[in-house]
């Protein structure tokens, strides 16, 4: 496995660097925005989404026909690392769970409509998965879909679903054969937002970033709207989880906070002695930035497993995300101890230490191990998936 970059690969991520700098503007760029908060996307912050499509970087692993540049996945993961290492909205929802599901399992009609609104950023989607009783556990799923004439009625609840107060439409799964054992009769719908059965109630998570309850009440959706196989929804949703427990949650930002937390500790005083003088704190860092190489090197795995498969590859996404999320909480653990009691102050308050990030850093970190499947559930698919061990429950 070769870890240099290639020519071409040096030249793309030149393109990216002159991108940024033509349209560098801090409502676009903001590296306090941690991880999930780039995930949690503004409406503000669309127009820099719009001039990413016309450079043709929405689409750079999806196929010519769709719309496509038919390229190496790895040039889809320099991207987004870039992105976030300056704190900007990656390439989003859209071209990955959505979009690269369509291509796969949607109908003719679905792709037509979507796919060249997903290029051109011209639309924004939410998530509809978890629920007050589904969680991590996406299959637990109980938004009831009965059958009607030529479609579908919803009736129910989602919890947690990022950008629903301005999403246009809402990628859904729905429970369609309530006797199906757990992990079948679920299938996937597209709701347009503005259906007035929709409500939408504001949850905001301990990072400040704002989630939403979803209640469905008689949410009548077309036959035409279902995605894919009826029933066979919950597979398709396992592998675009595998691809968003990636995306998510890039190598970029764990790094950017190693660098803040080394930068602090190279100047950084406490009780009249300096930081770097102090062997536990010598330790530490030394402890966290050999970690932060596993977690970039895990990443890179994953991309190389991917461009040597023609399936997502579902150990690597979640041994990256279970490790990644982890160490960025240790990060931010490590931050705060460092900081002493100063690193409680809130972002932006000049005279704390790190200005305030380790305060941002560690509320975020902690949704971090959550979003996308938690911790445990990582655990689980290693373990059954790649170890063979029987399933817990």
């Known amino acids: 496995m070769d870890f240099e970059f290639s020519q071409e690969e040096q030249a793309f991520l030149r393109e990216v660097d002159a991108f940024f700098k ?13 991880n999930m908060a780039q995930v949690c996307d503004t409406p503000e912050r669309r127009e820099f989404t719009a001039k990413m499509a016309k450079k043709g970087w929405l689409g750079i692993t999806w196929p010519k026909q769709y719309g496509g540049q038919d390229g190496a ?11 976030s290492s300056v704190g900007a909205p990656q390439i989003g929802k859209g071209v990955g769970i959505i979009g ?33 009783e589904a969680g991590s556990d996406a ?63 504001p949850m905001y998570t301990m990072g400040k970033e704002r989630t939403n309850a979803v209640f469905f009440d008689n949410v009548f959706v077309h036959d035409d709207y279902r995605v894919g ?14 691809i968003e427990r990636f995306t998510m949650f890039t190598f970029s930002p764990i790094r950017g906070r190693m660098e803040l937390l080394a930068d602090h500790v190279k100047n950084g005083k406490k009780d009249g002695k300096a930081l770097k003088d102090d062997p536990v704190i010598r330790q530490k860092i030394a402890q966290l ?3 932060c190489e596993v977690a970039r090197v895990l990443g890179v795995q994953f991309v190389d497993a991917a461009l040597h498969s023609d399936k997502t590859p579902s150990n690597e996404a979640s041994e ?41 850093c560690y509320t975020y970190t ?28």
């Open 289 to 291: 930035a050999t970690e």
């Open 139 to 201: 299959a637990a799923m109980r938004l009831k879909a009965e059958r009607k004439g030529d479609g579908w009625v919803l009736n129910g609840q989602k919890v947690f679903t990022t950008s629903a107060h301005f999403a246009d439409w809402y990628w859904v799964g729905a429970r369609t054969d309530p006797d199906a054992k757990k992990h079948h009769g679920i299938t996937l719908f597209l709701i347009r937002m503005d259906d007035p059965g929709l409500t939408i109630h």
């Open 100 to 132: 690269k599901t369509l291509i796969k399992v949607g109908s003719e009609k679905l792709k037509q409509e979507f796919l060249p609104k997903i290029l051109n950023a011209e639309i924004e989607f939410a998530v509809g998965y978890s629920e007050p």
């Open 229 to 242: 196989e009826l029933n066979k929804g919950f597979q398709y949703i396992a592998e675009a989880l595998d």
């Open 320 to 360: 990256y995300k279970l490790y990644a999320t982890e160490l960025s909480r240790r990060l931010a653990d490590a931050t705060m101890d460092i900081a002493g009691p100063g690193s409680q102050l809130c972002l932006h308050t000049q005279d704390a230490p790190l200005k305030g990030r380790a305060e941002s």
């Open 366 to 393: 902690v949704i971090d191990t959550i979003g996308g499947g938690a911790s445990e559930v990582q655990k689980n698919i290693i373990a059954q998936r790649k170890l063979g061990l029987p399933r817990s429950f």
């Open 22 to 34: 033509e349209n560098n503007d801090v409502k676009y760029m903001d590296v306090t925005r941690e």
């Open 73 to 83: 996945g790895f040039y889809e993961f320099l991207l987004n690392e870039k992105l």
